[in-house]
């Protein structure tokens, strides 16, 4: 059966991929003393959604100006749901 062995590469690469992240993570614990994935990513700024408090990078955020301040969200529905709320 050809699915057989479909299947136990997919199950090799996962548990390869597996060890490598594992490895990586350890590594860079030892090195910088804190969790890689806890850190945000490499020269983008995170910016809070005020509406459901997530974090998204800026260059992904929805900007609108409100009261003459920049607020980020992270869709633009979220920013109308936002607006509506402050009426
Ligand atoms: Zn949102």
Do not use: H, W
């Not at 699915?3 to 090195?31: E, H, P």
């Amino acid at each position: 059966m050809n699915i057989i062995k479909v299947l136990a590469v997919l199950v090799l690469l996962y548990v390869g991929y597996r060890i490598v992240t594992m490895f990586r993570r350890v590594k860079s614990q030892d090195v910088k003393g804190y969790r890689v994935d806890a850190a945000p990513p490499a020269g983008e700024d995170l910016v809070q959604d005020p509406f459901c408090k997530i974090y998204v990078p800026k260059s992904q955020a929805y900007l609108k100006e409100i009261d003459g301040r920049r607020q980020y969200f992270c869709s633009k529905e979220c920013c109308e749901k936002y607006l509506s709320d402050k009426k």
